[in-house]
């Protein structure tokens, strides 16, 4: 690749070889619909399909039956089936104010439609204040039916106590639904141990799969209604969708070259060791960190969340978050995000909703090298700044 990527957080453009040659041994030689016909090529594409699954479903320390892991597009599609396919008319959804949009407008849309919904606030370190969540959770005699939780802040890159939250969300008869876009593949998840009830990921991040995949692992005794309907491939006579997951939540034909892909990356990711992967980028993290705030001006607004993910938010005194990612990319290579992040309540909660900010993320194949360099590209158009707009100093 031209340049230093350091965008991991939007999508892994990175994906060891192993995840290409896997989509073009799909594409060469599969080619066929999972679930589908019942000839070879299509038995192949079907037992891609399940390794995937249960390679998920075992990335997540899920017991049990693969097919409780359901395919979507992404973690947004898999977010509103869980959302819409796990609320009725009178509940009451929680999130917290470090939600994605994935959780956030689909949330709002239900609040259209009459459904309660509570925003937890959070602080600035990642925090959540377990009184608030407890007193959201009660509500007004109405307890909610779904506690929504980012596993890994997009913005902030700190972990969420999932664990606590998930205990009391219990405690009140609410579904745990968990947002692991951030943090699948970077960070071990146990969604036993951690009381998960349901969870969403997203394939072309930390799980370094192709865009175009992702899904729902859904725990054993819970259902989720059906959003969308269509042809399975099998069980055609009735008009309703399948009881039976993950049939009941994948209508029409699978994305089989991207899960063969993703079957790949989360093959390569368990070779190596998720807790592994993360020790290394918490490392390259803490490196990144420690060399971007030694420079005038810059302002690191994430907190050092050592048990996090692999991002860095910051911003540049005198600079606007979207020059400084659009110079930091031109004039040396370094490719970031600036905005702010499909997460404006998290930019909130940083102080930065009005102006954004610049995130660097981390990810497998990021190297010292790559983290020293992107550090000193800042450096550079800092002192830039400093030396034509003395006004910038901080
Ligand atoms: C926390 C979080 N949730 C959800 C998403 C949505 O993921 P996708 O674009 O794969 O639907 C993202 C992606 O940026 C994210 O960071």
């Known amino acids: 690749m031209d340049g230093i990527y350091l965008d991991y957080a939007a999508t892994s453009a990175l994906r060891p070889d192993a995840v290409t040659e896997a989509v073009v041994r799909y594409l060469r030689e599969v080619g066929a619909t999972p679930g589908r016909s019942g000839h070879h090529l299509a038995l192949e594409a079907g037992r891609i399909a399940l390794r995937c699954r249960a390679a998920l479903a075992r990335t997540f320390g899920a ?3 693969p097919g409780r892991v359901a395919f979507f ?12 396919g796990l609320v009725r008319p009178g509940d009451r959804v929680v999130r917290t104010a470090f ?10 849309v239900l609040a259209a439609r009459g459904i309660g919904e509570t925003v937890i606030g959070g602080g600035a370190d990642g925090s959540v204040d377990f009184a608030e969540l407890d007193d959201a959770l009660a509500g007004d005699g109405r307890p909610a039916r779904v506690l929504a939780i980012p596993h890994a802040s997009n913005v902030l890159g700190s972990v969420l106590p999932v664990a606590e939250m998930a205990r009391r969300a219990h405690a009140h008869g609410s579904i745990v ?3 692991a876009a951030q943090s699948a593949g970077h960070v071990p998840i146990d969604v036993m141990e951690m009381g998960i009830d349901v969870l969403a990921f997203t394939g072309h991040k930390g799980l370094l799969g192709p865009q175009g995949t992702g899904g729902l692992w859904v725990r054993e005794g819970m259902e989720i209604d059906p959003v969308w309907a269509g042809g399975t491939g099998g069980d055609s006579m009735p008009a309703g969708m399948p009881d039976a997951m993950p049939d009941r939540l994948e209508p029409g034909t699978l994305n089989g070259p991207g ?3 993703l079957l790949a990356g989360v093959e390569w990711l368990a070779e190596r060791g998720i807790a592994a992967v993360h020790a290394r980028e918490t490392a390259l993290k803490a490196r990144l960190r420690e060399r971007l705030a030694s420079i005038e001006g810059v302002r690191i607004l994430s907190p050092a969340a050592p048990d996090g993910v692999g991002i860095v938010t910051l911003t540049v005194d005198g600079i606007p978050a979207n020059r400084l990612a659009h110079r930091l990319d031109r004039e040396h290579g370094v490719m970031t995000r600036a905005g702010l992040h499909c997460a404006p309540e998290a930019h909130a909660v940083l102080g930065c909703a009005e102006t954004g900010a610049v995130r660097f993320s981390v990810g497998w194949a990021t190297t010292e090298a790559e983290v020293d360099a992107a550090a000193g590209a800042v450096a550079s158009i800092a002192e830039d700044i400093r030396e034509t707009s003395p006004g910038a100093r901080g």
């Open 177 to 179: 639904l968990v947002d």
């Open 259 to 261: 899960i063969a892909g």
């Open 63 to 65: 017991e049990g039956d």
């Open 73 to 84: 597009p992404n973690a947004t599609y898999a977010l509103n089936a869980a959302l819409h």
């Open 99 to 108: 939600d994605h949009n994935a959780v956030r407008r689909p949330v709002a």
